[in-house]
Nanobody, 118 residues
Framework: QVQLVESGGGLVQAGGSLRLSCAAS????????MGWFRQAPGKEREFVAS????????SYADSVKGRFTISRDNAKNTVYLQMNGLKPEDTDVYYC???????????WGQGTQVTVSS
């Protein structure tokens, strides 16, 4: 059973940076595309970024392009989200997820809170 555990969230002032990590259990991590999402209370979950199994292809939501960078280290079974230039509207719970061959995200972490103060 694959498990994803996020870490690295916290409180930061606007303009600051955070790096989120998502550690995956299991031997097949490197076979899967991974993604980061975020969700605020009462709102739908929002796509943030994704990365291919090799790390060579990435995709970003328009709202984070140029500020966030997704990366992965398959040797460490970990995917990262470097967040720079944080804004109060980036305040959310951030989740990592595994993308199945069906293109659905089928395994989710428990989330990590990011709070950006103005």
């Amino acid at each position: 059973q694959v498990q994803l555990v996020e870490s690295g969230g916290g409180l930061v002032q606007a303009g600051g940076s955070l790096r989120l990590s998502c550690a995956a259990s299991g031997r097949t991590f490197s076979s899967y595309r991974m993604g980061w999402f975020r969700q605020a209370p009462g709102k739908e979950r929002e796509f943030v970024a994704s990365i291919s199994w090799s790390g060579g292809v990435t995709s970003y939501a328009d709202s984070v392009k140029g500020r966030f960078t997704i990366s992965r280290d398959n040797a460490k079974n970990t995917v990262y989200l470097q967040m720079n230039g944080l804004k109060p509207e980036d305040t959310d719970v951030y989740y990592c997820a595994r993308r199945a061959p069906s293109n659905d995200y089928d395994v989710w972490g428990q989330g990590t809170q990011v709070t950006v103060s103005s």
